[in-house]
């Protein structure tokens, strides 16, 4: 890897760190068209994206940090990295698995959160960077990491395609029944790294039902219809228009934060969002063959700062996190998120950018 300076600003040397006995570094990633995207195997963290606005400009919609040291001590701490083994909550932190029970952190209120204290969002993967445009990321979590059974073996590849996309395609394997639901946390603004709101972004989700959930963010169980409530993007819809109604899913979430239950085959690639700003005419296409995406509109952003200076405001980001509905493994009805020996976990999701 010959580059070792971002034109988004990020510097490998500032990425180059022992951490927990293993290489840090930081892996730019460059299409024929002029775009790029950094990744550190810190995480799997996305620290950076440059994709062309309606003029031509390249411009950075993804947040991050500038150095290895601001990512550890950053309080976002799933801020564009793989969440894992199991992305989103599982109630009060506990399930059952062919009869037996485990227990994992208590992280997130009275539930566990995103695979624990130490998820995947906070280990050194091993990185090759397998040409200008892909990077593959591997990981082997012990059996008994965090509390989750089974030796579990994962490899995500990141490919940044000539159609300025970002694909992402996931694989695992285990040596015991386990759990996995993985996502990428990436915090996006199409406006630009920094821009101070999402408000005013427009927002499509194909979906015709979501998971209403309870104060703690765990679901009650059966999707509900959108339709009539603020929770409806089946049409383009302006995201800051309705997120401070008085509707309890947006009280309790402090703004969206939600699941919405995509109308797909299993392991169906189908567009599930659009996302598109005004300011840069930039759009973004979410693809995925996972049964939900989680909507979340960075409502615990404290201004942090970020890359090059600039401040992470609350609601300044939006993430769509393709994922396997939250608590599943406590909701029978629900897609099943356990992988057991001889099975092979896949997934893909595709962030696309244009304009228009």
């Known amino acids: ?86 992305c989103n909550r599982i109630a009060k932190g506990k399930f059952t698995l062919d009869g037996k029970e485990y227990k994992l952190a208590i992280n997130n209120g009275p539930n566990s959160l995103h695979g624990g204290v130490k998820g995947f969002n906070e280990v050194v ?59 990428n946390h990436s915090f996006f603004n199409l406006s630009g790294d920094g821009d ?15 998971l209403p959930s309870d104060e703690t963010s765990i679901p009650y169980g059966d999707a509900e219809p959108v339709a009539g409530t603020p929770m409806d993007f089946r049409k383009p819809y302006v995201i800051g228009a309705r997120i401070n109604e008085k509707f309890e899913q947006l009280i309790f979430g402090h703004g969206y934060d939600n699941t919405y239950v995509l109308d797909k085959k299993p392991n169906e690639l189908k567009l599930c969002a659009k996302l598109v700003s005004p300011k840069t005419g930039i759009v973004m296409d979410v693809l995925t063959t996972e049964p939900g995406v989680h909507l979340y509109t960075g409502n615990w ?32 009805s629900y897609p099943s998120v356990v992988l057991r020996p001889g099975e092979t976990f896949t997934s893909q999701t595709i962030y696309k950018f244009y304009t228009e």
Not at 45 to 72: A, C, M, Q, R, W
Not at 196 to 210: F, M, R, S
């Open 1 to 86: 890897m010959s580059k070792t300076i971002s034109k988004a600003g990020p510097k490998r040397e500032d990425f180059r760190k022992i951490i927990d006995g293993k290489q840090v570094d930081l892996y730019i990633l460059t299409n024929k068209k002029g775009a790029e995207m950094t990744v550190t195997n810190f995480g799997g963290k996305i620290v950076s994206l440059l994709v062309p606005d309606k003029n031509g400009k390249f411009t950075d919609v993804e947040l991050g940090h500038n150095t290895i040291e601001e990512y550890e001590a950053s309080t976002i701490r799933h801020l564009g990295s793989v969440c894992g083994r199991t």
């Open 125 to 183: 993967w091993d990185a090759k960077q397998t040409d200008d445009q892909t990077i593959v990321l591997t990981y082997v979590s012990p059996d008994g990491e965090e509390g989750f059974p089974g030796m579990l073996t994962v490899q995500m590849i990141y490919t940044l395609t000539d159609d300025n996309a970002v694909q992402i395609d996931y694989e695992a394997h285990t040596d015991k029944p386990t759990i996995i639901n993985l996502t």
């Open 196 to 210: 101070p709101t999402i408000h005013d972004h427009i927002l499509t989700i194909y979906a015709e039902t979501y």
């Open 301 to 332: 952003l404290a201004d942090e700062e970020g890359k090059g200076g600039r401040h992470y405001p609350r609601q300044s980001a939006i993430c769509l996190e393709t994922q396997h509905h939250p608590d599943s493994i406590n909701k029978p």
